[in-house]
């Protein structure tokens, strides 16, 4: 049997409070063996760890999500940091710039990025990139902040073969997601196919994006076979190949031993 690793998930997210745990059943039965839980706020970081702590075989990423930024309060940072010692988090994430949804002033998100970066690097931990319509100011920040120091994960990738660069040059993992199974997604890709094997990682962003043939439907960590299967056909290899690289990329990524 293949074994996946879903480096991106929100299984506490609200819509699977009816049957959480059916549905992470159905994520090891569909050859999931690794998964990250990703904590982006005040409601989000308390149940992901819980989750982490719940499941030998999911971990947690913690960090301040960029729509969130304007209400990062004094000592949240602190916050973050005192449970980055929790031996089941194995990242600072998500964290970015989302210039889509107008929540938060922007110059409010470039520091509370610029924070977290500099964070990462006095823990030592990888950091996972929330990335909407930010390309330019993604990158020149990750730059500007050495990030390639620590690096980690663009997350569900959707910028250009340029930004991709940018990004491998500074030590980062290129993920894809749903996005990539969509008939129309020709960008995504073309990205894919050039990403190097030994730099590529799969996720499923779940309850969200889900990958074609569940569009528009809640997606689940069981679904990050479809991704596979999808990403398997670009890179012209088999899907046991493809899950087997990215599940060994992944635990590199996050020191999973």
């Not at 159905?26 to 998964?35: D, F, H, M, Q, T």
């Not at 499941?55 to 304007?70: K, M, N, R, T």
């Not at 602190?78 to 990242?91: G, N, R, T």
């Not at 962003?205 to 990958?211: H, T, V």
Request: contains cysteine; glycine residues 6%; aromatic residues 8%.
């Amino acid at each position: 049997m293949i074994k996946l690793f879903d480096t991106h998930a929100h299984l506490d997210a609200s819509q699977f409070d009816d049957d959480r745990e059916q549905m992470i059943a159905r994520a090891k039965e569909a050859g999931v063996e690794l998964i990250v839980n990703i904590g982006f706020d005040r409601q989000t970081i308390p149940t992901t760890i819980a989750l982490a702590e719940q499941y030998d075989f999911i971990y947690a990423a913690v960090g301040w999500h960029p729509v969130e930024s304007v209400h990062m309060k004094d000592g949240d940072l602190a916050w973050i940091e005192s449970l980055c010692a929790h031996p089941k988090v194995v990242a600072i994430g998500e964290i970015g710039l989302d210039y889509h949804w107008d929540t938060s002033p922007k110059h409010v998100q470039h520091e509370v990025f610029r924070q977290q970066i500099a964070l990462a690097k006095k823990l030592n931990k990888p950091i996972i990139i929330h990335n909407r319509d930010a390309h330019a100011d993604v990158v020149r920040i990750l730059q500007e902040e050495g990030a390639a120091e620590v690096g980690g994960i663009m997350h569900c990738f959707s910028g250009s073969w340029e930004t991709a660069k940018q990004c491998l040059d500074m030590n980062f993992y290129i993920s894809f997601g749903g996005p990539v199974t969509f008939k129309n997604a020709r960008v995504p890709k073309e990205v894919l196919k050039r990403v190097p094997l030994d730099r590529l990682l799969i996720e499923t962003d779940c309850p969200y994006l889900a990958p074609h043939p569940y569009r528009g439907k809640r997606n689940e960590s069981a679904y990050v076979s479809l991704v596979a299967e999808a990403a398997a056909q670009i890179k012209e290899i088999s899907l046991e190949q493809l899950a087997e690289i990215t599940l060994e990329n992944g635990k590199k990524c996050f020191r999973i031993m």
